[in-house]
């Protein structure tokens, strides 16, 4: 059973920075696309980042680009949001999600994904 699990989540002041982590375990594949996703409270879960299975392929929410870098570390199916410059409008809850797909595409939708984790809390503090 493919496990999605989000680690890396806390308070931070604006301008500073934090890592995300996500690790997809239990499945058949060493390579999923991975996504990242948000919610803060009272909006819709919205699209931040994704990278294709081979990581040359990445997707960025236009909010966040430039500020904000998604990588594929040596470790199987881990992926590193690297979240800097962060302002009061980047707190909520980060989800991170993967799905195997055919072809070497970084997928913006969530219809795309297959499997979620719980999610982290970030908070921006002004």
């Known amino acids: 059973q493919v496990q999605v699990v989000e680690s890396g989540g806390g308070v931070v002041q604006v301008g500073g920075s934090l890592t995300l982590s996500c690790e997809v375990t239990g499945g058949t594949s060493n390579s999923y696309a991975m996504g990242w996703f948000r919610q803060a409270p009272g909006t819709e879960r919205e699209f931040v980042a994704a990278v294709s299975r081979n990581g040359y392929n990445t997707a960025y929410a236009d909010s966040v680009k430039g500020r904000f870098t998604i990588s594929r570390t040596d470790a199987k199916n881990t992926v590193v949001l690297q979240m800097n410059s962060l302002k009061p409008e980047d707190t909520g809850v980060y989800y991170c999600?993967?799905?195997?797909?055919?072809?070497?595409?970084?997928?913006?939708?969530?219809?795309?994904?297959?499997?979620w984790g719980r999610g982290t809390q970030v908070t921006v503090s002004s």
């Open positions: 999600a993967s799905t195997l797909p055919f072809y070497q595409i970084a997928y913006r939708r969530e219809s795309e994904y297959e499997n």
